[in-house]
Nanobody
Framework: QTVASGGDLAQPGGSLTLSCATS????????MSWVRQAPGKGPEWVAG????????LYSDSVKGRFTISRDNARNTVDLQMNSLKSEDTAMYYC?????????????????WGRGTQVTVSS
């Protein structure tokens, strides 16, 4: 189970930090990602982090602006979002990748849990 929080209304150029609490699976052995879905659009993979946090990946749309991190002691994964743009407006979810799959593909995730809404607007 994953529960995301921290979403809010932010101004363009602003920052937000999302957090995700997880339970019910071997978090320390699982690749974790953030996925978002904007109104009327399909899901988009945003960022991912390896099970020990040594390797991170980002979509081109957020590279250089977002930072993903994890705390295996607390079973949490965060997403620091800077320089926010209106196109970042979406529901954000964290998700656990199935082993052996490409974490950049949304099909690699069986469920996304409870999301948190990010709205970027002036």
């Amino acid at each position: 189970q994953t529960v995301a929080s921290g979403g809010d209304l932010a101004q363009p150029g602003g920052s937000l930090t999302l957090s995700c609490a997880t339970s019910g699976f071997a978090f320390g052995r699982t690749y974790m990602s953030w996925v978002r879905q904007a109104p009327g659009k399909g899901p988009e993979w945003v960022a991912g982090i390896s099970h020990i946090g040594g390797s991170t990946l980002y979509s081109d749309s957020v590279k250089g602006r977002f930072t993903i991190s994890r705390d295996n002691a607390r079973n949490t994964v965060d997403l620091q979002m800077n320089s926010l743009k209106s196109e970042d407006t979406a529901m954000y979810y964290c998700a656990a990748a199935r082993p052996g799959t490409d974490p950049r593909k949304v099909d690699s995730y069986d469920s996304w849990g409870r999301g948190t809404q990010v709205t970027v607007s002036s």
